[in-house]
Each structure stands twice: as C-alpha cells, then as structure tokens.
C-alpha cells in the first residue's frame, strides 16, 4: 500500500536530508475551488495522466492523488512541477483537451472533458477501432495525431530530477501489476516497458529499453551513499533495483522510495537501506541533470 507520507513528501519532492530541494508541497498549501479542481482532475482523467474516471479520483478535492497527477502533466509541458494546478498549468492542460474535442467533434470545445466529451471521444475511438473507452491516452492521441510530448526528456537522453520522480509517480497512480513477461506497460508518451523492478526503473529515468538489474551498471555508475539524491538508484546486479527519493531522516538509515516486488506490486514507500540484506548499492543514472 502506497504510505500517505511518500506521497506528500517523498512522491511530491519535499526537501528532505540529502536531497535537491524539489518545491515542497502539503496537502494544504494550494487552494483551488471545487468546480475548477473537478475540471482538472476530469481533464487529467480523460487525457491519461495518472486519474481515473472509474474510481473516486473525481472527488473535486485537491489532494495527493491529484498533485502526483499533476506533476507528471507538468513535466511533460515545460511547466513549474509542484503538483499545483495554477493559473498556467489549467491553461496548458484546459487547451489540450480542447484539441482533444476538436478531433472528436465535440461542439462546445470548451477545455472540459465532461461526459459529452467523453462520449464523443469513445464514438471517434470506436470508427478508428481503437479500445474505446472514451479516454484520450497515447494510442488514441497517436492516431489523432496529436503530440503528447511538448517538452521534457526524449528516450535515452538527459532528464531532470524531477521529472525522474513525476514519472515515478505516474506509474504509481496507474498501479501496472508486477510482472516479468507482458504485456509490457506505457509510460505517459507511449513507450513500453517491462512491469517488473527494473523495468519500472528504466521507465522511471525515461531509458532507451528496459534494462535488468544485470544490466544497470551499463547506464549508470556507483555512487557513495552520502552522495544520493532524489532519482538515483539502488541496484544489485542479481537480485532488484529501486528509486531513491530523499532521506526520512539525518540517520540515514531509511529512506523514501518506489519499487515493485511481485505479490507486493508497486509502492511508494519508506524502505530500510540495508533492505534486503544490505544488497543494493547505490548509482546514479548517467543522463540525469
């Protein structure tokens, strides 16, 4: 179970002992009123960017899940990522789902992705034979022909700290079950990866396949443990890898991170750092700025 703490500090960058002092965030600094936070999260739903129609995600609160959701949407369009839905990130995200409503011939192309647009993006997946679900992710922006990826890092290149743990997040939100084999899972631009611990990893730092635990060491370098910051990783060759986020505390001897492990699936936790046996070792990702 993903722990309330991570989520408000680790997942959404409060700075913590050791990190790189990514904006701070509590569930109770940012202030948006109700019929504007339900047009946020109906957008951030029906263009896939961790929310879901299906679930109580679209509560018109502004609470953790919408920050994470927030985040990712963010790094994606050159924006401030602090998990607020502000004046410019409403802008960009209002103006996207208008696009959205062009292509599936909504009348009022308003920016809100209400359920008039949901039934009409449904009706235009289903004359292109595309799942239809009435949710705009990348197949369906794809074959509209509409970039999803306006800014951030491109497969296998530089990518920031930030956007390491936005990316993180968005896989927390969507919860893939873990797995070894397939069907591979998207990540926010509709490249796949592998839904096992180093297959998250990979997609975490945006790397150019999916990499093995065997073969971290190939895209990143050892690193001493006073050395970590938010997006490194802990790896060992044989056995799991994780993402570090920040220390819990100046002890040092747990921190705040994401993994995937089988029956436990994917968390955003507090993790001791000599779990498992003092196996893992600390790196960090050769293109991360």
Not at 134 to 156: E, L
Not at 199 to 214: E, F, R
């Amino acid at each position: 179970m993903t722990s309330r703490r991570t989520l408000l500090t680790g997942a959404l960058g409060i700075a913590a002992v050791g990190t790189v002092g990514l904006p701070a965030l509590e569930a109770n600094a940012f202030t948006i009123d109700p019929n504007t936070c339900a047009r946020v999260q109906r957008a951030l739903a029906g263009m896939w960017w961790g929310l879901e129609y299906t679930r109580s995600d679209l509560d018109a609160e502004y609470g953790p899940r919408t920050a994470m959701a927030t985040r990712v949407f963010q790094a994606y369009h050159g924006l401030t990522i602090d998990g607020k839905p502000g004046p410019l990130t409403q802008a960009k995200l209002f103006d996207r789902a208008k696009v959205v409503q062009q292509v599936a011939g909504v009348s009022k192309r308003d920016g809100n992705y209400n359920q008039a647009t949901l039934a009409a993006v449904t009706a235009w997946q289903q004359s292109k034979g595309l799942t239809a679900d009435g949710i705009a992710g990348p197949g369906t922006m794809s074959k509209a022909g509409i970039d999803r990826q306006f800014s951030g890092s491109s497969v296998g290149g530089n990518i920031t700290r930030a956007e390491v743990i936005a990316r993180a997040g968005f896989w927390v939100l969507l919860d893939p079950a873990y797995s070894r084999t397939g069907p591979w899972f998207s990540d926010p631009h509709g490249k796949t990866y592998r839904r096992d611990c180093s297959g998250y990893v990979s997609m975490c730092l945006h790397a150019s396949k999916a990499h093995s635990t065997h073969t971290m060491h190939e895209i990143s370098y050892e690193i001493d443990k006073s050395a970590l910051r938010p997006g490194d990783i802990l790896n060992q060759s044989a056995y799991h890898v994780t993402l570090f986020d920040g220390w819990t505390s100046s002890a040092r001897t747990h921190y705040d991170g994401f993994d995937t492990r089988g029956d436990y699936g994917l968390e955003a936790r507090e993790i001791p750092y000599d779990y498992p046996g003092d196996f893992l070792h600390p790196r960090r990702y050769h293109n991360i700025v």
